[in-house]
């Protein structure tokens, strides 16, 4: 079909962009220039699968990630502090925050939908659940404390405990000191240095902030190892039904 003027109606030639006669300028359609629109899959991701850009950063879609390590750090971070059995004992404490770190990786492959987690991506969100988990601890932890001298008046009984900590911390020293070939008078001094410097404010509250920092990392730690064993092997693949 022959492209025509639309003033004088003069047939034009494709290249012709304003009428040879008339000088009217002429609409023209370019289809080249039309928006190309993705078929695949693969340019629209589902929501909330691993592919979807939405919060995806290292293969992790990071916010069902954070609501799965958020709902087990929080009763893991209270089962490892010292109000519980668990959290007075510092293995059974590590035993359970890895489990804890390896259960949120295989819930977080269950809703998210994702494929096979790496080591690495495992790792990571154990990270985030051990930082929450050992935080907790560590609040709760101070919370009761400050709770237990002041609130129910128990801060003579906290200072006679903590004396005989430091006392027999003193004496194990002494006894370390003389093993190592210190005399007994040098090794008798120096566990009284430590002894004055574990009873005194600022000794008390640089060892229970010492006590706190370890405590912590050793968590993340272990949430660390927790998360990349849960990626070996919880956070499997489903296979898809036949």
Not at 38 to 65: K, V, Y
Not at 216 to 238: E, K, N, S, Y
């Amino acid at each position: 079909m022959e492209a025509t003027c639309q003033r004088c109606h003069e047939t034009l030639r494709e290249a012709d962009r304003y009428c040879p006669v008339c000088g009217l300028p002429q609409l023209t359609y370019l289809a080249a220039e039309a928006a190309v629109i993705p078929l695949s899959n693969e340019a629209t991701p589902a929501p909330g699968s691993a592919n979807d850009q939405f919060g995806l950063a290292d293969g992790i879609s990071w916010r069902p990630a954070l609501k799965t390590a958020l709902m087990l750090a929080v009763p893991a971070g209270f089962l490892c502090s010292g109000l519980t059995p668990i959290g007075q004992s510092l293995a059974l404490g590590l035993v359970w925050m890895m489990g804890a770190a390896a259960w949120a990786v295989s819930l977080y492959t269950k809703r998210a939908r994702s494929g096979r987690l790496s080591i690495g991506e495992g790792a990571r969100i154990g990270l985030i659940t051990g930082l929450l988990a050992s935080w907790l601890a560590v609040g709760v932890d101070g919370v009761s404390q400050w709770v237990t001298r002041f609130a129910l008046h128990q801060g003579s009984q906290m200072d006679s405990q903590w004396s005989t900590i430091v006392d027999q911390s003193a004496q194990l020293t002494q006894q370390m000191a003389a093993q190592m070939g210190m005399a007994s008078a040098q090794s008798a001094q120096y566990a009284q240095s430590w002894r004055a410097m574990g009873l005194s404010t600022e000794g008390r509250a640089g060892l229970a902030i010492w006590d706190s920092i370890t405590s912590a990392a050793f968590l993340v730690l272990f949430a660390i190892i927790g998360g990349a064993v849960g990626a070996r092997f919880l956070a499997q693949p489903r296979r898809p039904s036949a």
